[in-house]
């Protein structure tokens, strides 16, 4: 029963992640205007582990959605979702799990991806008219888990979904610096940095907290189209104080 409840809650994520892809590219121009800002974002990164597990940064890939509203001329509300967020390590120093274990495996070397639904809630603040720093809690929930085992003295590979040596949430920091080309908001650079404060390792004792690098582009949805809007806003009002 768990399962299925589970299912039917990532059946229900997927549908809605998607339909809110499909109303930012509708109706971007709608969410955008002089305070907000609502976009994609598209990250390139790295994702590894803390804490007693030895492992190495994996490249990793994500997409999502950013709003930005601001508060006053420094503060700003700055949540982020994202459909597709990459977990995981290369090279890390755990065993085979033990109903698999066999004379074939001597030594290994894993790799492991997972995929996560995530959602960050942030506040930024502006230190110049280009520059914003942001910073909040995030929260996390796992879709697919894949680790690669290879033997390093017999050659030998497996691939296994072990959904049970991980747990299903995650939680934790986010701290970003952002860029914008233009002092008005616009297109964005940015570097950002996650630490998970969840033990997520339920396979063994060590301790395992995600920390995943990204490096994004955010592309603003339908900015242009509102910008014209104002201004032909402005000039309507204009003329009619004129008249």
């Known amino acids: 029963m768990k399962k299925a409840l589970l299912l039917l809650l990532l059946c229900l994520c997927v549908q809605k992640s998607y339909s809110q892809f499909l109303i930012a590219l509708v109706f971007g121009d709608k969410l955008n205007s002089g ?7 598209l990250a390139a990164g790295l994702s590894s582990y803390t804490g007693g597990v030895s492992a190495n940064y994996r490249p990793s890939l994500c997409f999502g959605m950013y709003f930005s509203y601001k508060l006053n001329d420094k503060f700003s ?65 796992r879709t697919s888990i894949l680790d690669y085992y290879s033997s390093d003295d017999k050659g030998s590979e497996l691939k296994l979904k072990e959904d049970d040596t991980r747990t ?19 297109l964005s650079i940015t570097a950002e940095y996650y630490q ?48």
């Open 168 to 186: 299903r949430f995650d939680a934790g920091g986010t701290i970003s610096l952002n860029y914008h080309f233009s002092k008005n908001g616009g």
């Open 196 to 243: 998970g404060m969840v033990n997520i390792n339920k396979a063994t004792d060590a301790a395992m907290h995600n920390s995943i690098f990204q490096f994004a582009v955010g592309i603003p949805v339908g900015a242009g189209k509102a910008k014209k809007k104002a201004a032909a806003k402005t000039e309507m009002t204009n003329e009619t104080s004129d008249d």
């Open 35 to 41: 305070r907000a800002e609502f976009g994609l974002t």
């Open 77 to 141: 509300l700055e949540p982020r979702f994202y459909p597709k967020y990459n977990g995981g390590a290369n090279k890390m120093t755990i065993g085979l799990p033990e109903k698999y274990q066999s004379d074939a495996w001597d030594t290994t070397s894993v790799s492991q991806k997972i995929n996560y639904f995530a959602f960050t809630a942030m506040v930024g603040y502006k230190l110049t008219d280009h520059l914003k720093v942001c910073l909040g809690p995030q929260a996390m929930m």
